[in-house]
């Protein structure tokens, strides 16, 4: 799994047990709903660190608790 996925697999996680739309956090987060799309559909190659804090605080969680996750730690190496 890459990066990309990960990422968006963990957001649609969250979103899901904190019962909130993807819309509902963007509005939340104080970022763009496109911008969220974007990274959920694989638009977005690289979404910046500020950008996933600013969802983790949408969220209302640290940022360590966003990446301390299974989805995280079973990464494959990306560079080959």
């Known amino acids: 799994m890459s990066v990309r996925i990960a990422l968006a697999d963990r957001i649609q996680l969250l979103c ?3 019962n909130i739309s993807i819309n509902k956090l ?3 987060s104080g970022i763009p709903p496109s ?3 974007n990274i959920l559909y694989g ?3 690289n ?3 500020v950008t996933i804090k600013k969802l983790c605080d949408g969220l209302e969680i640290k940022l360590g608790e966003f990446f301390s996750c299974d989805i995280f730690d079973n ?3 990306e560079i080959k």
């Open 16 to 18: 899901s047990q904190n």
């Open 26 to 28: 963007a509005t939340k």
């Open 35 to 37: 911008t969220l799309k």
């Open 43 to 45: 638009r977005s190659k």
């Open 47 to 49: 979404p910046g660190i």
């Open 75 to 77: 990464l494959e190496q």
